[in-house]
Antibody
Framework: EVQLVESGGGLVQPGGSLRLSCAASGFTFSSYWMSWVRQAPGKGLEWVANMKEDGSEKNYVDSVKGRFTISRDNAKNSLYLQMNSLRAEDTAVYYC??????????????WGQGTLVTVSS | DIQMTQSPSTLSASVGDRVTITCRASQNINSWLAWFQQKPGKAPKLLIYKASNLKSGVPSRFSGSGSGTEFTLTISSLQPDDFATYYCQQHNTYFFTFGPGTKVDVK
């Protein structure tokens, strides 16, 4: 059974940092692109970042470029999101998602339960 | 960057209704479009990939069509479980933009 479990969310002050983790199981993690998607309270989905299977390509939404870093450890079946210089507008539930890249169909076919990040003083 | 729009933003419907949601891309995305359903407090669920392909396990009342810049998601006969918010997402580039969402609520 495919499982994605996020952790690391919490309350952080503006300007602070947080590192999110996503533990993957039930599939060959190293064979898939992975994404982070966020959802601010009462708002829509926003794609944040993604990373190629081997980590050789990373992409970010403009609003987080230079502040967030996506990474992965294929030996540990884990995806990460290092978030620095956090702002109030980064407050959201952050989801880890597997992209259906292996079949080249794309679309995030598995999602974690999400972890809440609150940026507030 | 590719921008995605959806219409309507809210749709009020009754069980049994045929429902159509439109998604438009700011430039040609070929068929690289997915549709998701999301219920409150839950993670999104993939319904359709590559514009018209039904994800395994998704009821056949859901269908997708379109290519280029205009796409539609159709629910042929709305069921009680279908009241939710629906999002489109493009995969033509690796910057996977979502549409703003369409909420389907009870009329």
């Amino acid at each position: 059974e495919v499982q994605l479990v996020e952790s690391g969310g919490g309350l952080v002050q503006p300007g602070g940092s947080l590192r999110l983790s996503c533990a993957a199981s039930g599939f060959t993690f190293s064979s898939y692109w992975m994404s982070w998607v966020r959802q601010a309270p009462g708002k829509g989905l926003e794609w944040v970042a993604n990373m190629k299977e081997d980590g050789s390509e990373k992409n970010y939404v403009d609003s987080v470029k230079g502040r967030f870093t996506i990474s992965r450890d294929n030996a540990k079946n884990s995806l990460y999101l290092q978030m620095n210089s956090l702002r109030a507008e980064d407050t959201a539930v952050y989801y880890c998602a597997r992209e259906d890249s292996l079949s080249e169909n794309w679309g995030a076919d598995y999602w974690g339960q999400g972890t809440l990040v609150t940026v507030s003083s | 960057d590719i921008q995605m729009t959806q219409s309507p933003s809210t749709l009020s419907a009754s069980v049994g209704d045929r429902v159509t949601i439109t998604c438009r891309a700011s430039q040609n995305i070929n068929s690289w479009l997915a549709w998701f359903q999301q219920k409150p407090g839950k993670a999104p669920k993939l319904l359709i990939y590559k514009a018209s392909n039904l994800k395994s396990g998704v009821p056949s009342r859901f269908s997708g069509s379109g290519s280029g810049t205009e796409f539609t998601l159709t629910i042929s006969s709305l069921q009680p479980d279908d009241f939710a918010t629906y999002y489109c997402q493009q995969h033509n580039t690796y910057f996977f933009t979502f549409g703003p969402g369409t909420k389907v609520d009870v009329k």
